[in-house]
């Protein structure tokens, strides 16, 4: 498969493309920071660029067969609307090129999934994370509309363990206290959604 990694120096990225290139996956690794791929930049295809340009990534998508799109908002992401920008930026290139497989990282909470979380989890969405989350409630909004063979992925808190390889995964599942996953295992389930059919549009929430 010729995927596209958007976020791939990211902490989830990096898994997703490590994951692929062990799979066999030729690999277009999209990234602000080309350095930053390390011992990576010799076994993938690097695009450097503005997850929220779509002439950026138009560029990268053009001649992939999927995208699993692992961004998240570092330190030189500083705008509120990130979220909806490159989701924009990622359906018009999809347009333009053709490419209808996409694989979309955000988080539980957002949207309609904050009724289905638990008390301590509400607390900290409707505080510390109420913009962001409305923000990519917006984004997850307008790739559901998109047409595209979408599939949302809604991990619980993420951490930085290793991957487990018994996770969770449903289009709901019973939430108490507040439960996490390891960014690996998140990989895990975005790259083998990513070669099927199963999670095609649908909702995927995912936890340990």
């Known amino acids: 498969m010729k995927l596209l990694v958007l976020g791939a ?3 989830t990225g990096r898994h997703v ?6 799979a066999g996956d030729a690999v277009t690794a999209f990234v602000r920071n080309p350095s930053a791929l390390g011992d990576l930049a010799d076994r993938v295809t690097v ?24 961004l998240g908002r570092g330190n030189s992401v500083v705008a509120d609307d990130f979220f909806t920008q490159s989701s924009a930026a990622v359906l018009a290139a999809a347009a333009e090129t053709g490419v209808s497989r996409l694989v979309w990282l955000s988080s539980f909470g957002v949207g309609h999934t904050l009724g289905w979380s638990s008390v301590p989890q509400k607390l900290i969405y409707r505080s510390l994370l109420r913009s962001v989350y409305a923000n990519k409630a917006l984004a997850d909004d307008a790739i559901r509309a998109s047409g595209l063979d979408w599939t949302l992925v ?22 108490k206290g507040n ?7 998140v990989a895990h389930f975005m790259h083998r959604a990513a070669h099927g059919n199963e999670w095609i549009h649908r909702t995927a929430v995912i936890s340990d």
Do not use: W
């Open 154 to 175: 809604y991990p619980t808190r993420l951490t930085h363990g290793p991957a487990q390889g018994a996770y969770q995964a449903g289009d709901r599942l019973p939430m």
């Open 47 to 70: 695009a450097t660029g503005d997850a929220t340009s779509l002439r950026d990534v138009a560029g990268a998508m053009a001649g992939q067969d999927a995208v699993v799109a692992a």
């Open 179 to 185: 439960p996490t996953i390891s960014r690996a295992d």
């Open 9 to 11: 120096t990211g902490p």
């Open 17 to 22: 493309v490590d994951l692929a290139l062990a």
